[in-house]
Structure formats: structure tokens, C-alpha cells
């Protein structure tokens, strides 16, 4: 293709913080630059042309009309769409995960009634999705190569815990921490549990995620697992 892939990378509500992790990528997020045609990118200071593109990349969760709508005109340009980060892959959930918050009704600027924080794919198909708070920057990159020689970008399969095993960290749940690394998705490289933070989820689950047996295993150990772990369970059987 000449001159490379056509690509957009927007933000809807968000810190950007996943973008300033793709930024941290510094030379080799230069090297694959070279390859591609940023068409929209407001970060790196490229204005939108309007045009079709073969991959937009999203980051933000959508918490307006217009920004639903922005979303829906952004896919109906592209060829492929790409959630970047937890907020475009779950709506930043987690962060609000002990409150059970759907929707709150209120006046907020620019005419706003209401505030949500919904991810991509309630409002439009997604392909690919790269998770995290913020995504991971080297995952950031494979999705750039995966783009610039054509293939299709799969997410990791595996837990956290496996990336323990890796780093060979001690397990948080056998020192009587309620860690989520057993049912949450890996490919962070188990960032938080080796410093001795617990997992909190923030990739969303792993595809063997087995939530019951995470709770008994808690409990086991003598740990009661959080309420969120209980919701989150009880979320589960509700969709199957």
C-alpha cells in the first residue's frame, strides 16, 4: 500500500494516558511511524482530514451524545477499530467498581444531562482490543507492527498469575492479600504484584477466568473476598 496503512487515533473522555504511554515508545514508535500515514492524531498534532481510514485506534470512554456520535462517525470511516485502554475496552469500570454506578442524572457544562462512562462496544463494533490502565506500552507496539505487515493483533491469553510464575513473585493470596491476578487477563508482565500491590482487574478477565474458584480459594486462605469480586460474579451468570 503506498505510503502505508491510512491511520486516526482519537480520544473520547479519558486521561490520555494511554497515549502518553504510546509517546514513551519514543524511537521505535518512530521507526513504525515511518511506515504508516497518521491521518488524525490530536496528541501529535495532526489535524483530522476527514478522510477513510484503514485502522482508528480509540482511547476514552464514551460519557455523551456527542461523543456516541463522534464514535459512530469514526467507525463508519474505518476499516478496522481498535479500543485502547480500559476505559475504551470496559468504560473504566473498575475504577467505580464498588458503587454499581450505571448512569447518574445531573446538569454538567455544554448541556450535558447526565453522566455515563461507556465502553466502545455498547455503541459500535470493535476488532481488536488492547486493555489496561493504561494499555501496556509494548503491547501498543505489537498492534503498530501487526498493522504496518497485516496481520490480525491477538490479545494474550493467559492470567497474571502466569506472569508471576515468570517473574517468580510471591503469590499475594498466600500472604492474605485479595489479589484478581488467578481471573484477570494478562500481558501487564504482573506490573503490580511485583512491587507487592494486588491485581485489581484492570485488563478485565482472562479467557479461563473461574471467579467461584478464586472465591473459595480466598476464603481458604482466609481472605473475604471483596465485593466487587462478588458482583462481578453475580454479572457472570446474569449474561450466560
Known sequence: ????????IFSLSSCEGCLVHMLAL???LL????????TACRIL??????GGLDVAIVEGSVMSEEEE???????RRSRILVALGDCACH???FVVKDFGVE??????PRGVRGFRSDPLDKHVRVDYYLYGCPADKEEILTLFKDIVLGRAFKPKGYNVCSECI????ECLLDAGVACLGPITRGGCRALCPSFGRECIGCRGLAEDANIDSLGRTMRERGIEPPDHLMALNRAVRERT
Open 31 to 38: 521507526e513504525v511511524l515511518g511506515n504508516v500515514r497518521v
Open 69 to 75: 456520535e463522534r464514535l459512530r462517525e469514526i467507525r
Open 166 to 169: 515468570l517473574r517468580e513473585n
Open 91 to 93: 468504560g473504566g469500570r
Open 1 to 8: 500500500m503506498e505510503g502505508g496503512p491510512r491511520i486516526g
Open 103 to 108: 448512569r447518574i442524572d445531573i446538569d454538567l
Open 45 to 50: 498534532g495532526v489535524r483530522d482530514d476527514g
Open 26 to 28: 519514543g524511537g521505535d
